[in-house]
């Protein structure tokens, strides 16, 4: 029974130790027939796991809990759309490997951060994605530690893709692609691992708004404490971070029009099954945070007057 909850987006995070993720992460491997098709050793891929699990920091929100989430949510991506029968195994290996390692190391601080404030991986990476860069370097180094020799430039490219300063570069690239869209294409598999990837990485609002609201929380916590330490070290401000400027229901509002509806809108137009279960959801999150966001206006304005 969790075997099949595990195939979709209802699946509940919340409810499970991070050994048993670790068990659950090893059946995603196995039911997608991995180990078989890749003759992987059992004992590697839970060596592979478990660096994997070592590598995510204790942060509020770009820890190992959100990295199981995104690798779940591409599993259930992977069994709606019925990608094994479109895809070849090693494209729905890259793109689970992707979502599992896409935030491998993160600091907590994100890439405008990393640069304002010359950090060492900004000065490594010429500031260029250098969160992203770093998540790959991670990866790969534990690929290889553990022998599991599948490194693929297409990793490579799918986590430097999570980068949402080049957000409409590549939804614009997949939407193109659309009208003629063919998964024999080379190009065309390769954009929609990328916005795979990408929807899976913030995919949180599709969730049961039990699941998905106490990301949020999470979230907002490593946004506040950058913005804090911005302001501390008189860095320039992050405006979505400021947690005098944002508040729960404005963050998700925008977040919700200008960013998840169109990017989940034009993969639902490949994948039209994906409306019930992640169109809807997000279209509900989005009328439960505009109520909220009125509620709180109105309550401003009674105070006031
Ligand atoms: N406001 C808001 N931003 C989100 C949400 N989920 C993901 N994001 C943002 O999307 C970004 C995706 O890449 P990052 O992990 O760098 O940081 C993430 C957040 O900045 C969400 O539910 N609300
Ligand atoms: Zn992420």
């Known amino acids: 029974e969790v075997r099949e ?57 770009h820890n190992f809990q959100h990295c199981f989430c995104v690798t779940q949510m591409m599993y259930g991506l992977i069994w709606l759309t019925d990608l094994r029968n ?6 729905l290996f890259i793109m689970l490997t992707s979502a599992l390692c896409h935030d491998l190391d993160h600091p907590g601080y994100n890439n405008v951060y990393q640069i304002n404030a010359q950090t060492d991986l900004a000065l490594r990476y010429n500031d260029i994605s250098p969160l992203e860069n770093h998540h790959c370097a991670i990866a790969f180094g534990i690929l290889s530690k553990v022998s599991l020799m599948l490194i ?25 692609t659309l009208p003629v869209f063919d998964f024999k294409n080379k190009e065309h598999k390769e954009v929609l691992m990328k916005i795979m990837v990408k929807v899976s990485d913030i995919s949180n609002e599709a969730r ?19 913005s804090d330490t911005e302001k501390l070290k008189g860095l320039p401000v992050t405006p979505f971070m400021d947690r005098d400027k944002v508040s729960k229901p404005s963050s998700q509002t925008n977040f919700i029009r200008f960013v998840l509806l169109p990017l989940f809108t034009e993969l639902t137009k490949l994948f039209p099954c994906l409306e019930q279960h992640i169109l809807e959801p997000v279209r509900r999150a989005l009328e439960y945070y505009s109520n909220m966001e009125k509620a709180t206006q109105e309550e401003a304005g009674a105070t006031k007057s």
């Open 86 to 91: 479109k895809l070849e195994r090693i494209d």
């Open 152 to 176: 693929n430039v297409l990793i490579l490219r799918c986590i430097l893709a999570t980068d949402m300063a080049r957000h409409n570069e590549i939804l614009n690239k997949f939407k193109v």
């Open 5 to 61: 909850h595990l195939k979709t987006p209802i699946f509940d995070n919340w409810q499970w130790e991070e050994a048993e993720m670790m068990v659950l992460l090893q059946v995603m491997y196995t039911d997608l027939d991995f180990l078989m098709v890749f003759h992987i050793e059992l004992e590697v891929l839970q060596n592979f796991l478990f660096e994997v699990y070592c590598h995510y920091n204790n942060i509020p929100f």
């Open 208 to 226: 049961p708004m039990a699941v998905a609201e106490p990301w949020l929380d999470c979230l907002l916590q490593e946004f506040f404490n950058q």
